[in-house]
Each structure stands twice: as C-alpha cells, then as structure tokens.
C-alpha cells in the first residue's frame, strides 16, 4: 500500500505538472493507450473468448462512466491543487457504500450511515463552499468521484461474470473507444515529452492498481486502508515542494475525516463478515 500511494500520487504529480497544455480528453485518451499496451496479454484472449450480451452492456456501461471520470479528473488535475484532487478523490468509496444500498441492496445501518455523514462533512471542509470560491476544478473532481464510484459499483457487478484483470483490460479498451471521438475533436499536436509523461502516468497507474491488489491478497482491508491517507500527505508534500502550491490545513483535516470514515466502514464491515463466518461455522458444527 505504501507503493501504491507513492505510484497514485506520481501520477498526480504528472498529471499536474502538465498544466493543461494537453487537453484533458486527448491526456486521457493517450494515457490508455499505453494502457492497452501493458494490459494485451489479457486483453486479446479475452476478445477471443467473448462475453454474454448482459455483459457486453455492463462493460459499456462502465466504459462510459469511466469516460466521464477519467475527462473531469485530468480537467480538475489543470485546475486545482494535487491535495485538493486527492482528498476529493477520496470520495469514492463513499459514492460505492452508498450507490451498493442505493442499487444493490445492501444494508446501510446507523453506523455505517453516521460514518457517511462524517465523510460527508470532510468533504465540505476541504470544497468551504460559501466561504471561499470554488473554481469548476473542484466542481469537475466531485464529479469525478461520483462518476468513478459509479464504475466501481459496475465492475462489482461484471466481477460475477468475468475474472477481475479482464474487467480491468476491457475497461481500458472501452474507456479508450469512448474517449477516442471526443479526444479527435479537440485534438493539438502533442510533443514527444509529453506523450513520454502520459506514458509514465499509464506506467505509474497500472504499476500503483497491481501494488495494492497484491495489498489486499495478503492483508485485510482493515489494515491496509488506513495507509491510504499518507496518499494526502504526499500530494501536499508534492504540491508544495514541487508545484509550490499553499499547504492548506483545512484540506488535511476534511480529508482525514473522509479517510477515517472510510477505515471505520472497512473495519465494520469486516467485523460483520468474521461474525456470520463465526455463525456459519457455529451451526455446521451442530
């Protein structure tokens, strides 16, 4: 996990120091390209085999919402600072515990529904709207966010169906298509360093996703979220250092509200499935 929050906010950091001077679609659509290329080996065998019609429409339906992600973020990337993008970011999660209620039928009981309520007012703190003007970067992360908890809680669904790092191929050949009619219509010549940066992105993200499904195979989620909130430490240490932006402590704050929100539901979450797997064991036993 330490590895992957290193690799995410390399990409940040990237993404940032680019300035928009590639527009957000075309970074994007460039930036799966090397995408596809790591993720072939998966993804031809994949193609060959074929998927159900059922599938083929959860896997477009998350290429488009993942479209719609991937713009919003790299525009808020050109706009906002690296810690503002990643405590918003954090959002995510929260978008998924609340959209697998909302579409799946999970239960959200009190304590889970008061942590939500907690991350909610993270989020608040680090956006202060009415105390300050929020630029449309912080408007378009938010966005992001919605829409990226939107494709997790489709990929949940394609999981039942098809293997995990072929959802994960055939998201970046969906979201490439997607992004590839938009990316033509406000396309601008890029140059070789900056297609060199993208390439690094497409490197760091895909690198970052293996570290922390590697995470999750040999530690419990309870252990390796709270790890996630040294992510906002280093993109603010980046941001200052590197891009001299200002250290905002309301950021901080809102974002290790979220965060800990977030490890709160993880751990209860976790104590619920000990406890029916305890229940299960206890009436086999009888």
């Not at 120091?17 to 090397?34: D, K, M, N, T, Y």
């Not at 993804?43 to 993942?66: D, E, K, M």
Request: proline share 5%; net charge positive.
């Amino acid at each position: 996990m330490l590895v992957t929050g290193f690799c995410f906010v390399a990409v940040n950091g990237i993404v940032r120091g680019l300035e928009g001077a590639v527009p957000a679609p075309q970074a994007a659509f460039i930036r799966f390209l090397f995408g596809l290329v790591f993720l072939a080996p998966l993804l031809v065998p994949a193609l060959r085999t074929g998927f159900s019609p059922h599938v083929w429409r959860l896997l477009t339906l998350r290429g488009a919402l993942h479209v719609v992600a991937v713009i919003a973020w790299f525009y808020a990337m050109s706009r906002i600072t690296v810690a503002e993008v990643t405590a918003i970011g954090f959002l995510n999660p929260i978008v998924v515990t609340i959209g697998a209620a909302l579409f799946m039928g999970e239960r959200l009981a009190a304590r889970r529904i008061a942590a939500v309520g907690v991350a909610v007012v993270g989020a608040l703190i680090v956006l202060r709207p009415g105390l300050r003007e929020l630029d449309p970067g912080h408007l378009s992360q938010v966005l992001a966010s919605l829409a990226f908890g939107g494709s997790y809680l489709v990929a949940k669904r394609i999981t039942q169906h098809v293997a995990p790092a072929v959802v994960v191929a055939m998201m970046s050949l969906t979201v490439s298509i997607g992004l590839a009619p938009i990316a033509w219509a406000v396309w601008v010549p890029p140059t070789w360093g900056q297609v060199a940066w993208l390439g690094l992105v497409a490197a760091f993200g895909t690198a970052g996703h293996y570290a922390m499904t590697r995470a999750f195979a040999v530690a419990p989620m309870t252990v390796t979220q709270p790890v996630t909130f040294l992510q906002l430490i280093w993109a603010s240490l980046v941001g200052v250092f590197i891009f001299h932006e200002p250290l905002d402590g309301w950021v901080i704050l809102g974002g290790g509200l979220m965060i800990g929100a977030i490890c709160y539901i993880t751990w209860r979450e976790a104590q619920l499935r000990a406890r029916a797997r305890t229940t299960v064991a206890a009436t086999a036993a009888e």
